[in-house]
Nanobody
Framework: QVQLVESGGGLVQPGGSLRLSCAASGTIFSIIAMDWYRQIPGKQRELVAAVSRGGTTNYADFVKGRFTISRDNAKNTVYLQMNSLEPEDTAVYYC???????????????WGQGTEVTVSS
């Protein structure tokens, strides 16, 4: 069983910065990729940023140039540095991991419970 736990959310002023963390724990053979999603109330969950084990990153257009995703493989942790935050960034941010728990098993999808980010006007 793999668990992902997010932290670092909170209240921030427009233009401010916040750093989210997501730590994976449990039975882990290999973490293939980790991603950040967000969900605004009343809207569908959407991809924010993704990073592979090798460091390849992808960003949604609405955060490109403002957010930076990074990964510490030794700590099984992914980070999301959020700069120039806007009120539209207010959402619950979820960590997602594509993780292989055992060599003989295909990777599975795991989700954290989310951390709230509120950007005040």
């Amino acid at each position: 069983q793999v668990q992902l736990v997010e932290s670092g959310g909170g209240l921030v002023q427009p233009g401010g910065s916040l750093r989210l963390s997501c730590a994976a724990s449990g039975t882990i053979f290999s973490i293939i990729a980790m991603d950040w999603y967000r969900q605004i109330p009343g809207k569908q969950r959407e991809l924010v940023a993704a990073v592979s084990r090798g460091g390849t990153t992808n960003y949604a257009d609405f955060v490109k140039g403002r957010f930076t995703i990074s990964r510490d493989n030794a700590k099984n942790t992914v980070y999301l540095q959020m700069n120039s935050l806007e009120p539209e960034d207010t959402a619950v941010y979820y960590c997602h991991g594509k993780i292989r728990s055992r060599l003989a098993y295909p990777p599975g999808d795991y989700w954290g419970q989310g951390t709230e980010v509120t950007v005040s006007s």
